[in-house]
């Protein structure tokens, strides 16, 4: 099976579990892990921050950011389809008591003019405007890299009005390998910064949050009330670190291959790419509905061995550590044979994953 699901699927190497088995560890909730710490100090200096810190999620790095900067009844502007808003279970309303106010940007791109006028002005009927959140790469944009001039605007814009400025960065390594411009260029216009691991990066487990010492001491408490605190983590921290240094400048391999299966998908009729140019590493795209649904294509095309995912009309697939690129040339000469096959009224067995 060739599996374009996510790039959250790839499995730690030989190389990367042998770091994981060798590493020190500690009782990083009682005091330190020397591997965490190890990690910590690395991504912060990697990030141009003070301190950073371990996770367990991406999604607990978001929330511990919003924890810290909004307080109850706070408004946050983010990007209408961001991970934040949409698949992280409203946890900034659960969490923090936070509300949001999405904007709705180009596959996940705001411009800086939209955000004119969106702060409240004080007043008793109003919630208090505080926090701007941006993501990049932007994963339901199709892994679009957010234009470096609109991110410095917004977040100039944010700072010249009191607001704070959280990145979601989970992919933001492929942002900086695509765009050449470095990981820390783009984090110097955030208060906060989460970076993942377990995504391209290739590792099992971690995230990061990474901002000023002062911020970063808040985020280990909200951690610990989150759950997040880890006792011996080293040894899922010493996968980090092997990735950071491994498998950063290897992305720019992921993304070639998904120009490959853009390029295909490009020449296949009944199937358009969304966006159309390709940025990263993911690629989604829509289906004809004379073709069947997504879910029929997503089943139709796991039947003759590549995984995908359907999420309505379109089709989402993802190049990653664990895909080579004579694998995606197969899966796009296989996504060929699977639309000629629906096009001729060939109906899947079963109904895939519908999500
Ligand atoms: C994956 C992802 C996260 C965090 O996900 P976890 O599964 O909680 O680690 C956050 N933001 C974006 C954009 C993501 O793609």
């Not at 006028?117 to 339901?140: D, V």
């Amino acid at each position: 099976m060739i599996d374009l699901r996510s790039d959250t699927i790839t499995r730690p190497t030989a190389e990367m579990r042998k770091a994981m088995a060798d590493a020190d560890v500690g009782d990083d909730a009682i005091d330190i892990d020397p591997t965490v710490e190890r990690l910590q100090c690395r991504i912060a200096e990697v990030l141009g921050k003070e301190a950073a810190i371990f996770m367990p999620s991406g999604t607990m790095t978001n929330q511990v950011a919003v924890r810290i900067h909004c307080k109850p009844g706070d408004e946050l502007i983010c990007e209408a389809n961001c991970h934040i808003y949409n698949y992280e279970q409203g946890g900034f309303a659960q969490l923090s008591g936070a509300v949001a106010r999405p904007v709705l940007g180009q596959f996940g791109v705001l411009q800086c003019e939209q955000l004119q006028g969106l702060i409240r002005p004080e007043n008793e009927h109003f919630t208090r405007t505080r926090l701007i959140c941006l993501e990049n790469t932007h994963n339901r944009g199709g892994g679009r890299i957010q234009p470096y001039d609109e991110i410095e605007g917004m977040t100039r814009w944010a700072r010249e009005h009191g607001l704070r400025a959280h990145l979601d960065g989970a992919r933001l390594f492929n942002a900086a390998v695509a765009s050449g411009v470095s990981a820390d260029r783009w984090a110097q216009h955030f208060d906060t910064v989460s970076v993942c691991f377990s995504k391209g990066l290739g590792a099992p487990v971690g995230s990061a949050l990474a901002g000023s010492r002062e911020v970063i001491r808040e985020a280990r408490r909200h951690r610990k009330l989150f759950g997040g605190g880890m006792r011996q983590a080293g040894i899922i921290a010493a996968g980090a670190l092997y990735a950071l240094e491994h498998h950063i400048e290897r992305l720019a391999i992921d993304h070639e291959n998904a120009q490959i299966l853009a390029e295909a998908i490009r020449q296949i009729e009944g199937l358009t790419l969304e966006p159309d140019t390709i940025d990263t590493n993911i690629v989604i795209f829509r289906v004809d509905p004379q073709l069947g649904t997504g879910a029929e294509l997503v089943a139709a095309w796991k039947e003759r061995g590549v995984s995908a995912l359907a999420i309505g009309g379109q089709v989402r697939a993802v190049t990653h550590l664990d895909v080579n690129t004579s694998e995606v040339r197969r899966a796009a000469e296989i996504l060929r044979d699977t639309t000629s096959a629906l096009r001729r009224g060939v109906r899947p067995v079963q109904q895939g994953d519908a999500y």
